[in-house]
């Protein structure tokens, strides 16, 4: 009885200290000040020129039935970032991608002193990121601690899974034959996100406000040179192979996603499209093309101009 006692005081803590999570600001997170936050309400033009180019692709269907989410964020200007979304706050099952949310909480895990940054760790993240390895990810995502990494998720001020925007990304289950261990509160996801928490992550990684301004630059760093080439990249590179791409995506059966911070002759831009359909892996290859055409058209930058 009395290692019951004790057992159920140290489970009472342990909840304590992970709802404290999602109201105290966490260490080496800067207030946010100097950087606009990410639109909730899209760009006039930008949206237009996004919309367009799915209707031209034959993807309106797609968008109407739920099988198909897509955002696009021109950050070129640092203090004026500009947002177009096709179901932004729709939760998909996004396979291998919600990997940049263990990244996130490896990074958060070394600044606040718990883990160490050794080469094997941050080989792992490595290969998690640019390999997309299931063993490493399932590694790491155990050293970061399965719960602690959900709670970090929803914790102030980040909030990547956020109830008041339809969820967004969530690590609920090791990546292996494991089960879940925890799907997500609002549609029992194991591997999930939206494309609006998926484009703030990378907007605040692009910021510096991810953990620290250094681990964000690690995190960018990771997330350089993807090995796998396809969807965003072998649609990207094989138009316009002067492109610097950071990125990960997922595939699963039907469920194909990617997301990316592109950088190309001046411009800079967020894109991530989710998709469930045999064909999302042809409509990824054809989205990015036409999202970095959006960024780079005259017209556009017409429309956009204040």
């Not at 996130?104 to 080469?119: C, D, H, P, S």
């Not at 964000?216 to 997330?223: A, R």
Request: with cysteine; net charge neutral; charged share 20%.
């Amino acid at each position: 009885m009395h290692d019951l006692t004790n057992c159920a005081a140290k489970y009472c803590l342990l909840s304590l200290f992970y709802l404290l999570l999602l109201f105290v600001p966490l260490t080496g997170v800067i207030a946010d000040a100097d950087i606009p936050s990410l639109p909730e309400s899209p760009d006039p033009a930008l949206q237009s020129r996004l919309e367009r180019s799915l209707g031209q692709m034959g993807l309106s269907q797609a968008t109407q039935e739920g099988r198909l989410s897509v955002a696009l964020v021109d950050i070129t200007e640092r203090t004026n970032p500009r947002l177009a979304a096709v179901n932004a706050d729709l939760m998909m099952y996004s396979a291998s991608l919600p990997k940049i949310a263990i990244l996130f909480g490896a990074f958060q895990r070394i600044e606040e002193g718990v883990l160490k940054r050794t080469n094997e760790f941050m080989q792992d993240m490595t290969d998690m990121i640019r390999h997309s390895s299931n063993t490493a990810a399932t590694r790491v995502l155990n050293m970061v601690g399965p719960g602690y990494l959900n709670q970090l998720l929803q914790s102030s001020p980040y909030r990547l899974y956020d109830v008041q925007h339809q969820g967004g990304l969530w690590v609920g289950k090791p990546y292996g034959k494991s089960p879940a261990y925890q799907r997500d509160p609002l549609h029992s996801i194991s591997h999930g996100a939206t494309v609006w928490q998926v484009a703030r992550y990378y907007y605040l990684l692009e910021n510096g406000k991810l953990v620290s301004p250094a681990a964000s630059s690690e995190m960018k760093k990771i997330l350089a040179n993807p090995a796998i080439h396809h969807k965003f990249v072998g649609g990207l590179l094989a138009t316009h192979p002067d492109a610097s791409i950071y990125r990960k995506s997922g595939t699963w059966r039907t469920y194909h996603s990617d997301s990316a911070i592109v950088e190309r002759n001046g411009r800079r831009y967020i894109a991530v499209a989710l998709a469930n359909d045999v064909h999302g892996d042809e409509w990824m290859r054809k989205l990015i093309v036409a999202m970095d055409d959006i960024i780079f058209t005259q017209s556009y930058a017409a429309l956009g101009a204040d």
